[in-house]
């Protein structure tokens, strides 16, 4: 089956700063690379997602790349805000079939004012 | 929130009881999930499903079951509970066409 690893398992920026987590994964069938943010005492959330097909996505400060060959992806987190520290988790799926969801250990991403 | 609804929020049970976990989604998704959350640990798949009385087993699979026998409902149920199932349980749904994951609110459960 699929397997997702994620590291680092924590990370501290200055406010301003940019941040990186990045995971790999295992199974080569996998297509689908969803990213999401949980704050704390709430469910997690998607924030931004890319497919196999593509190879970065960007959304304002947010953006994910995505290396099938090398079988990583990453997102990049830039001019940090108070309000980014969450933990966030990465995830591998696969469109159809079974579309079993596999998420990574999480990053808790502390962002110091 | 994708119509997905978890109950209880908030249990606490004894060892060696059985506890069922309800996940109940209203827009007829094809596919469900349970996972559970621990620190250190991420989310781990417990059960998943993905249609009416199809369901197969995730990494965490011992000492759960899971019952679907209708599309909006997708049930969780600890035989015999016990202390290491303490544990945030998330129930999520995924589109069928794009595989976009949504969580409901999560159920902290207390084994004591």
């Known amino acids: 089956g699929e397997n997702v690893e994620q590291h680092p398992s924590t990370l501290s920026v200055q406010e301003g700063d940019s941040a990186v987590i990045k995971c790999t994964y295992s199974?080569?069938?996998?297509?689908?690379f969803p990213w999401y943010k949980q704050e704390l005492g709430k469910r997690p959330q998607l924030i931004i997602d890319?497919?196999?097909?593509?190879g970065e996505k960007k959304d304002q400060r947010i953006a994910v790349t995505l290396n099938k060959t090398a079988k990583h992806f990453s997102l990049h987190i830039t001019e940090t805000q108070p309000e980014d520290s969450a933990v966030y988790f990465c995830?591998?799926?696969?469109?159809?079939?079974?579309?079993?969801?596999?998420f990574g250990i999480g990053t808790k991403l502390q962002v110091i004012p | 929130d994708a119509g997905i609804t978890q109950s209880p929020r908030h249990k606490v049970t004894e060892t060696g009881t059985p506890v069922t976990l309800r996940c109940h989604q209203t827009?007829?998704?094809?596919?469900m999930y349970w996972y559970r959350q621990d620190p250190g640990h991420g989310l781990r798949l417990i059960h998943y499903?993905?249609?009416?009385?199809?369901?197969d087993k995730g990494e965490v699979s011992d000492g759960y079951s899971v019952s679907r026998s209708k599309t909006e409902d997708f049930l969780l149920t600890l035989e015999s509970a016990t202390s290491s199932q303490t544990s945030v349980y998330f129930c999520a749904i995924s589109l069928e066409q794009t595989a976009e994951a949504f969580f409901g609110q999560g159920t902290r459960l207390t084994v004591v």
């Open positions: 827009e007829n998704h094809r596919y």
């Open positions: 890319i497919r196999s097909n593509v």
């Open positions: 199974d080569s069938a996998s297509n689908y």
């Open positions: 499903s993905y249609g009416v009385k199809d369901t």
């Open positions: 995830a591998a799926s696969s469109l159809g079939g079974y579309q079993k969801v596999t």
